[in-house]
């Protein structure tokens, strides 16, 4: 081990990530020499216009993707030494993804759907379902639980969705254009649940192409065509 797992220091670096993509006979560059550190407990926004490489920089985050080079350090651990299946539990353990459409499983209650991630976790359903009880009631839908997904609001499924990703607890919840589904005041809902999320000591890192929403997060970076800089303070110092 080294020293990085010790300590609460940086709990994540990236370090000169690049992503290339295939183009017809060329190579497109996605991401540039992006140089990136977090610590425990950060609430960082990425802040670019459409197409500047969001989401590829969240998926490569994510350990869903992988950086055509450059090393990425997670927990003091090299993501590019992790096997397939340190992969998956990392991402089943430490990783809580919100995407701009909630996913949700149409044919599942909302308690369902936050159960689900604890079914491929192992969990007994006794534990299961009290914890999506648990994370439900968080986001305020207790009275909401045995709906469908089209029987709830844009808002309210993306509470659910929310819940889902919280239910294995993870140390870092990545959140890509969370609110650009939702109308102007849900959106602040759901901006309201993040601040207390992070308020609790967990990681955020959200995503997004709207300066409003960015200027939620303690400290916001920009990405333009790849290449990411950092953007200072917000309101929140
Ligand atoms: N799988 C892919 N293959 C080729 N090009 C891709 C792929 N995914 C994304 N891109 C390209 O990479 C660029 C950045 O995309 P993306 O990360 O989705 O941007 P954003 O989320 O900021 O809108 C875009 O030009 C997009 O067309
Ligand atoms: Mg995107």
């Known amino acids: 081990m080294d020293t990085m797992t ?3 220091g940086a709990f994540f670096r990236m370090e000169k990530i690049n992503k ?54 997670l927990h003091g651990r090299l993501v590019e030494e992790m096997s397939e299946g340190e992969l998956a539990r990392l991402r089943s353990e ?3 993804f919100v995407f701009q459409n909630s996913q949700l499983l149409p044919r599942l209650t909302a308690r369902k759907n936050v159960e689900l991630p604890l079914i491929y976790a192992g969990v007994g359903p006794r534990e299961r379902r009290m914890r999506a009880c648990e994370l439900l009631e968080r986001v305020g839908l207790s009275d909401r639980m045995e709906h469908y997904p089209n029987q709830l609001s844009g808002g ?33 809902q759901v901006m309201a649940l993040f601040r207390e ?27 333009i065509d790849g290449e990411l800089t950092e953007g200072g303070g917000t309101n929140d110092a």
């Open 20 to 73: 290339f993509y295939p183009m017809g006979e060329e190579q497109a560059h996605i991401l540039k020499d992006i140089d990136l550190t977090i610590d425990e407990g950060e609430y960082l926004s990425v802040l670019g216009p459409s197409g500047s490489g969001k989401s590829t920089l969240m998926n490569i985050i994510g350990c869903l993707d992988v950086a055509t080079s450059g090393r990425y350090t």
């Open 156 to 188: 309210q499924q993306q509470r659910v969705a929310i819940a889902r990703a919280l239910a294995g607890n993870p140390t870092l919840l990545l959140a890509d254009e969370p609110t650009g589904a939702l109308d102007q005041k849900t959106g602040r």
């Open 197 to 223: 999320l992070n308020g609790e000591g967990r990681t955020i890192i959200m995503i997004t192409h709207d300066m409003k929403i960015a200027g939620n997060a303690r400290r916001v970076v920009h990405i």
């Open 94 to 96: 430490e990783i809580g």
């Open 6 to 8: 010790s300590g609460r």
